[in-house]
């Protein structure tokens, strides 16, 4: 076999997997783009996608509540503001020294509520609905709901990183092979 026919087998070769791969994952690189554009604007989103960092009286911690009781004060803002059939579990504290307010966010429903360090004020309640699209770009959404302790989001990350590397390959040489096929048939 010539060398030029060798290089138009290995185009089409290249060209099946490509295509194949794409069909096979095409919702969920709709949803990883979609999902991705959406967490890209979270900061620009005006509050709509996650809320504003809210700015407390002071940055001196010297000067804040202990946080057991800042978390007293949000447990009871979320139970009393939002829902009282929401659960008091904690993804996670924020602690924003620089603008003196601490975010408690909580797992359910993925509510945020911001407190000034100094005083317990509370200084918004909002919901993050970027924890939410990132949930569904990384595929822990599926561990989250089927409590799978995050197996489905390492197949997940796993095949969609593999994915990618498979299409910068074969894309790559889908636009290359026939540059050098064409380079070729001129010597």
């Known amino acids: 076999m010539g060398k030029r026919k060798q290089q138009a ?13 794409g ?9 990883v783009s979609v999902t991705g554009l959406i967490l890209g604007w979270k900061k620009n989103s005006n509050g709509v996608i996650l809320p504003k960092t809210q700015k407390g009286t002071t940055a001196d911690l010297k000067e804040w509540l ?38 408690f966010v909580f797992v359910d429903h993925f509510y945020e509520v911001q407190l000034d360090g100094a005083t317990g004020s509370v200084l918004s309640i909002g919901q993050r609905h970027s924890d939410f699209f990132e949930h569904v770009h990384d595929g822990s959404i599926l561990d989250r709901y089927l409590g799978t302790g995050g197996y489905i989001k390492l197949i997940y990350t796993n095949v969609m990183g593999i994915a990618l590397l498979v299409f910068t390959i074969t894309g790559f040489w889908l636009w290359y092979g026939p540059k050098r096929m064409r380079k070729a048939g001129k010597s």
Do not use: N, Q, W
């Not at 290995?10 to 295509?19: C, D, G, V």
């Not at 069909?23 to 949803?31: K, M, V």
């Open 23 to 31: 069909a096979l994952l095409f919702i969920f690189f709709f949803f």
């Open 9 to 21: 087998k290995t185009l089409r070769i290249f060209r099946k997997i490509h295509r194949t791969t």
């Open 66 to 103: 202990p946080l057991d009781s800042l978390h007293t004060i949000a447990c009871y803002t979320l139970h009393d503001k939002v829902s009282s059939d929401y659960s008091l579990e904690l993804d996670r504290i924020d602690v924003r020294k620089e603008k003196g307010s601490v975010k």
